[in-house]
């Protein structure tokens, strides 16, 4: 079956630190793979996407996110986090062959940036 | 609107009543999607519509969860006879089409409490 696993549960960093949240997948067909942020008190918002071509693939707010096929993850970074990157990330897999556009989510990683 | 809109946005309800919950996708968006987030289990997904058909309802936990779409916008999600288990944040989500080149637009929830 497929699924998706975050590592880090909650992740507590300073202002201008380096983020790394960690996502691997299990799924052994093509994969679609999605990184989804759900500020506190807003709806889940896209942000970035993976589905074919440069495995770096670079998203809002200066978020990036690397697949690496052979480590079937897909984590996200960025150089230097803000306070207002407070939040709860998801890392998501499109189901199957990606015809319905269900999405398989991870549990979510709470990121508090300490200002 | 311009987003997806649900409502209620909280609701308490007694163990054994029956809920609607209400999803308006953004106009134009032919999939719809639920999902449900819930402690200890993250976000799951619930059932898929494209147009007012559901080719996936493979994620609704039992016979009292049922979805229907009308006129190709509205859904309602309702819950028979209600348990404390079904307590949760039920999300909505749309897109412009089924498929993994789609992204979805997620609302704000409805926060259903079971007493």
């Known amino acids: 079956a497929q699924s998706v696993s975050q590592h880090n549960h909650h992740v507590i960093l300073s202002e201008a630190a380096s983020l790394e949240l960690g996502c691997n997948y299990s799924?052994?067909?093509?994969?679609?793979l999605f990184w989804y942020v759900q500020y506190p008190g807003q709806h889940l918002q896209l942000l970035l996407k993976y589905f074919s071509g440069d495995p770096l693939v670079k998203g809002i707010k200066g978020f990036e996110a690397e697949f690496i096929k052979s480590k079937f993850s897909f984590n996200l970074r960025k150089p230097s986090v803000q306070w207002s990157d407070t939040a709860e990330y998801f890392c998501?897999?499109?189901?199957?062959?990606?015809?319905?556009?269900?999405?398989?989510f991870g549990q979510g990683t709470t990121l508090q940036v300490k200002p | 609107g311009a987003g997806v809109s649900q409502s209620p946005s909280n609701k308490v309800t007694e163990k054994g009543k029956d809920v609607e919950l209400r999803c308006d996708p953004i106009?134009?968006?032919?999939?719809l999607y639920w999902y449900r987030q819930s402690l200890g289990q993250g976000l799951e997904f619930l059932i898929y519509?494209?147009?007012?058909?559901?080719?996936?309802k493979s994620g609704l936990p039992s016979d009292r969860f049922s979805a229907e779409r009308t006129g190709g916008s509205v859904s309602t999600l309702t819950i028979q006879r209600t348990q404390q288990e079904d307590s949760a944040v039920y999300l909505c989500a749309s897109s412009r089409g089924g498929g993994s080149n789609q992204p979805q637009h997620f609302g704000d929830g409805t926060r259903l409490s079971i007493l």
């Open positions: 106009s134009g968006h032919t999939a």
């Open positions: 519509f494209q147009g007012n058909s559901a080719p996936d």
């Open positions: 799924y052994g067909g093509t994969v679609n």
């Open positions: 998501a897999l499109l189901h199957g062959s990606g015809n319905t556009g269900k999405l398989i």
